[in-house]
């Protein structure tokens, strides 16, 4: 839930170690990163006629659960009215993707899980009639393409507003690139047929699906949680009073002074909010089991992430951020393919070379070939010695 309040409630200091952790835990901050994607996502589910797909990207950490939660926060709120005069309808269905351990992912149970999410009874022992045969098994030895049969009927009757998919990239890891458009295709059939909008939420591993297909791409929206960058002033600003927040709601006796070291903060977070409040979360804790009424410097540096693993999560977030970067080369190809002019940048830099070639002909005189004169001025009219 979205706080507003400037601070902890006071009587958070007379309850248990459980309940003061609890609500730092619950306590989020509407940073302007998180803001301005939660807006871009709600317009993809509201402007989502037909179904389409959305993916939500940016590194580990970066808050996107906290994007997804608060996002079916507010259409729950949105759609009051209409699942009062309908209680049969479901606002959003929220499910996490979960990992396989034969490393190629279930859809068996994904779908099951899917049912489950929609208060489908008796999941395991269940019988759905349908035209093809005369019940469909949603139990255990059901097969892939009842399961899922089962769940675009009941998406159908539910008709939720949008799909929310969370670690969605462990969808993606799979071997070879047709069986990950087998998998992409899974998930755009169950769009085209119930017209319900997913939107699938990973990490940079997600976008292995994009620009699979131009059917995809047409229909598929990219919406990025960035996280905080060091080298541009107003992210920085914007980092900083986010721990400022954080440091206000700790349930203490004692405001700590964490802004002090806010580049050590930056640093072992590498800008991510989300990891930012999982290293709070952390340290409170440890303040908490040793009663202090202070979080001190031995809790803060005790609970961060090490060297290593920022400088893997920092690896990650770059290669990723790369891959969305649209290059300039890019796009005059683009152009050039279409039968446009290049964009004015790269034309400037095509005519600055140009120029220099054709500087470079005009360096090499008395080169020319054999027959041909080189360019004089030639003398007009009569001479003034042949007047007579």
């Known amino acids: 839930m979205m706080q507003t309040t400037d601070r902890f409630p006071e009587y958070l200091l007379e309850r ?3 309940e003061r952790r609890k609500y730092f835990v619950s306590y989020t901050v509407q940073h302007p990163k998180l803001t301005d994607v939660f807006a871009s996502l709600q317009n993809a589910v509201r402007e989502s006629s037909s179904g389409s797909i959305v ?3 940016g590194p580990t950490g970066s ?3 906290t994007l997804r939660l608060r996002t079916e926060e507010s259409i729950k709120k949105e759609m009051l009215a209409e699942l009062q005069l309908d209680p049969g309808r479901l606002p959003i269905i929220g499910i996490t993707a979960i990992s396989s351990e034969t490393g190629n992912f279930n859809w068996k149970d994904f779908f099951r899980r899917l049912l489950h999410e929609m208060d489908e009874p008796c999941i395991d022992k269940k019988y759905i009639p349908t035209n093809s045969r005369g019940h469909i098994d949603t139990g255990p030895r059901a097969m892939g393409s009842e399961l899922r049969f089962a769940t ?3 998406l159908a009757y539910r008709r939720p507003a949008a799909v929310f998919i969370d670690d969605a990239q462990h969808i993606a890891k799979l071997s070879t690139g047709r069986r990950l458009q087998d998998q992409l295709d899974c998930i755009k059939s169950l769009v085209d047929v119930t017209g319900i909008p997913i939107a699938m939420f990973g990490t940079y591993e997600l976008l292995a699906f994009r620009n699979l297909s ?3 791409s047409r229909r598929s929206i990219d919406i990025h949680l960035q996280r905080y960058y060091a080298g541009i002033p107003m992210d920085v600003r914007s980092f900083k009073s986010t721990l400022w927040a954080f440091q206000r709601h700790l ?3 004692e405001e700590p002074d964490l802004l002090s070291m806010w580049d050590f903060f930056y640093e072992r977070s590498i800008g991510c909010i989300g990891v930012l409040k999982e290293w709070l979360t952390k340290a409170l804790a440890q303040a908490l089991k040793d009663k202090e009424q202070l979080l001190k410097l031995q809790h803060i540096e005790s609970t961060p992430l090490s060297i290593s693993q920022c400088e893997k ?3 990650e977030a770059m290669e990723g951020e790369g891959k969305l970067k649209e290059n300039a080369s890019a796009h005059a190809l683009l152009r050039t393919n279409l039968g446009l002019h290049a964009p004015l940048g790269e034309f400037q830099i095509a005519q600055n070379d140009s120029i220099k070639i054709d500087q470079s002909f005009e360096s090499r005189k008395g080169q020319l070939r054999p027959g041909i ?4 001025r030639d003398k007009i009219g009569r001479n003034n010695e042949s007047r007579d």
């Open 16 to 18: 248990p170690n459980v």
């Open 55 to 57: 993916f939500i990207t």
């Open 63 to 65: 808050g996107k659960t």
């Open 152 to 154: 675009e009927k009941l």
């Open 214 to 216: 131009a059917q995809l």
């Open 251 to 253: 349930p203490l006796r």
């Open 313 to 315: 999560m920092l690896a």
């Open 373 to 376: 004169r080189k360019p004089t």
